[in-house]
Protein backbone atom coordinates (compact mmCIF):
# COMPACT_ATOMS: atom_id res chain seq x y z
CA UNK A 1 0.00 0.00 0.00
CA UNK A 2 1.48 3.55 -0.94
CA UNK A 3 2.13 5.56 2.21
CA UNK A 4 3.10 9.48 1.75
CA UNK A 5 4.43 11.02 5.34
CA UNK A 6 4.86 15.09 4.62
CA UNK A 7 6.77 17.24 7.69
CA UNK A 8 8.06 20.90 7.11
CA UNK A 9 5.36 23.06 8.23
CA UNK A 10 5.41 25.24 11.77
CA UNK A 11 5.26 28.60 12.53
CA UNK A 12 6.52 31.10 9.61
CA UNK A 13 6.93 34.79 9.56
CA UNK A 14 4.94 36.62 6.57
CA UNK A 15 7.74 36.74 4.11
CA UNK A 16 10.02 33.70 4.46
CA UNK A 17 9.98 30.75 3.21
CA UNK A 18 9.79 27.15 3.91
CA UNK A 19 10.28 23.44 2.19
CA UNK A 20 7.78 20.59 3.02
CA UNK A 21 8.82 16.95 2.26
CA UNK A 22 6.72 14.19 1.06
CA UNK A 23 8.23 10.88 1.84
CA UNK A 24 6.31 8.25 -0.75
CA UNK A 25 6.64 4.42 -0.13
CA UNK A 26 4.85 1.24 -1.59
CA UNK A 27 4.50 2.66 -5.36
CA UNK A 28 3.91 0.18 -8.14
CA UNK A 29 3.51 2.52 -10.40
CA UNK A 30 6.77 3.90 -12.21
CA UNK A 31 4.18 6.43 -13.65
CA UNK A 32 2.64 7.77 -10.81
CA UNK A 33 2.07 11.66 -10.33
CA UNK A 34 2.59 13.16 -6.30
CA UNK A 35 0.20 16.30 -6.08
CA UNK A 36 0.56 18.66 -2.99
CA UNK A 37 -2.59 19.87 -2.15
CA UNK A 38 -3.79 22.19 1.18
CA UNK A 39 -6.51 22.58 2.50
CA UNK A 40 -7.44 25.79 5.42
CA UNK A 41 -9.89 25.69 7.81
CA UNK A 42 -13.44 25.26 6.71
CA UNK A 43 -12.17 25.26 3.06
CA UNK A 44 -12.29 22.74 0.39
CA UNK A 45 -8.70 21.01 -0.71
CA UNK A 46 -6.81 23.22 -3.04
CA UNK A 47 -4.21 21.30 -5.84
CA UNK A 48 -1.06 23.34 -5.77
CA UNK A 49 1.19 21.30 -7.69
CA UNK A 50 1.87 17.71 -9.15
CA UNK A 51 5.38 15.65 -10.58
CA UNK A 52 5.79 12.78 -12.27
CA UNK A 53 7.99 10.08 -10.08
CA UNK A 54 9.87 9.22 -12.75
CA UNK A 55 10.97 12.10 -15.18
CA UNK A 56 9.42 15.01 -17.15
CA UNK A 57 8.12 18.70 -15.40
CA UNK A 58 6.05 19.76 -12.71
CA UNK A 59 2.94 21.05 -12.84
CA UNK A 60 1.95 23.97 -10.39
CA UNK A 61 -0.77 26.24 -10.14
CA UNK A 62 -1.07 29.46 -11.99
CA UNK A 63 -1.73 31.83 -9.13
CA UNK A 64 1.37 30.26 -7.30
CA UNK A 65 3.76 29.71 -9.84
CA UNK A 66 5.91 33.14 -8.92
CA UNK A 67 6.05 31.87 -5.38
CA UNK A 68 6.04 27.32 -5.73
CA UNK A 69 8.18 25.36 -6.81
CA UNK A 70 8.12 21.60 -6.92
CA UNK A 71 10.90 18.99 -7.35
CA UNK A 72 12.05 15.48 -6.42
CA UNK A 73 14.56 13.55 -4.71
CA UNK A 74 14.36 9.29 -6.59
CA UNK A 75 17.21 8.64 -3.86
CA UNK A 76 15.33 9.79 -0.87
CA UNK A 77 11.92 8.67 -1.77
CA UNK A 78 10.72 12.65 -1.50
CA UNK A 79 8.69 14.78 -3.30
CA UNK A 80 9.44 18.61 -2.17
CA UNK A 81 7.37 21.40 -2.26
CA UNK A 82 9.00 25.14 -1.73
CA UNK A 83 7.36 28.17 -1.07
CA UNK A 84 8.58 31.68 -0.57
CA UNK A 85 6.79 35.13 0.04
CA UNK A 86 4.74 33.45 2.53
CA UNK A 87 1.20 35.22 3.39
CA UNK A 88 -1.16 34.97 6.17
CA UNK A 89 -3.57 32.95 3.62
CA UNK A 90 -0.78 30.41 3.16
CA UNK A 91 -1.84 28.51 6.49
CA UNK A 92 -3.34 25.57 5.58
CA UNK A 93 -2.72 21.99 5.98
CA UNK A 94 -0.77 20.79 3.14
CA UNK A 95 -1.08 17.44 2.03
CA UNK A 96 0.49 15.17 -0.35
CA UNK A 97 -1.29 12.33 -2.71
CA UNK A 98 -0.49 10.01 -5.10
CA UNK A 99 -2.45 9.45 -8.06
CA UNK A 100 -2.26 5.65 -7.87
CA UNK A 101 -5.24 4.81 -5.22
CA UNK A 102 -5.33 7.97 -4.80
CA UNK A 103 -3.82 7.85 -1.53
CA UNK A 104 -3.25 10.61 0.77
CA UNK A 105 -0.89 11.63 3.41
CA UNK A 106 -2.23 12.77 7.11
CA UNK A 107 -0.40 16.41 6.21
CA UNK A 108 1.23 18.87 7.71
CA UNK A 109 0.42 22.46 9.30
CA UNK A 110 1.70 25.78 8.06
CA UNK A 111 1.21 28.62 9.90
CA UNK A 112 2.07 32.21 8.79
CA UNK A 113 1.88 34.81 10.86
CA UNK A 114 1.82 38.72 9.98
Known amino acids: QVQLVESGGGLVQAGGSLRLSCVVSGLTSRDDYIRWYRQRSGQEREFLAGIWWHGGNGGITDSLKDRVTISRDIAKNTVYLEMINLKPEDTATYIC???????WGRGTLVTVSS
Open 97 to 103: SSLEGPY
